[in-house]
């Protein structure tokens, strides 16, 4: 008699070496992992919201302060730059412990439809920054009669 092969047992034997062989990829590569982001930046938590005649950024920031963060509008394009600095030292001379850290953050988000520059508005409150970028109001198409 003739054993008939299940075709997706051998699928799965196919996704799990892939898996495998990501994984191993990945530790080579220093821990990235291969399809993910690379940077801090990524790590930057973001809600677009579009409502009738504004757009509202929703950005997690925990333990950053509002001298900490720089935002930039441009008609099509919002960036946020967080950058902050913490250091714990202790008093003494000859310290047991001394930590630093520094961090940094970037994002560009390129918006829908273009934005009104003037009129954006920013609020930060416990570690979360809200952009309100009113929509920029286009004049309805024109009709051009041919001389």
Do not use: C
């Not at 973001?46 to 920031?61: K, Y």
Request: glycine fraction near 4%.
């Amino acid at each position: 008699m003739n054993e008939r092969t299940n075709p997706f047992e051998e699928l799965e034997r196919l996704f799990d070496r892939m898996s495998r062989q990501f994984g191993e990829a990945s530790t080579r590569w220093g821990g990235i992992e291969p399809f993910q982001g690379t940077s801090p930046l990524e790590s930057m938590a973001v809600d677009l919201v579009e409502h009738d005649e504004e757009f509202v950024v929703s950005v997690d920031l925990p333990g950053y302060e509002r001298d900490d963060v720089d935002i930039q509008v441009t008609n099509h394009t919002l960036r946020i730059d967080a950058e902050r600095e913490a250091a714990v030292d202790e008093a003494e001379e000859n310290y047991i412990r001394r930590e630093r850290r520094h961090e940094s953050m970037q994002r560009s988000i390129q918006l829908p439809d273009e934005v009104d520059t003037e009129n954006v508005a920013a609020t930060m409150k416990n570690g979360v920054l809200t952009i309100t970028m009113p929509k920029l109001e286009v004049e309805a198409a024109r009709q051009i009669e041919i001389e």
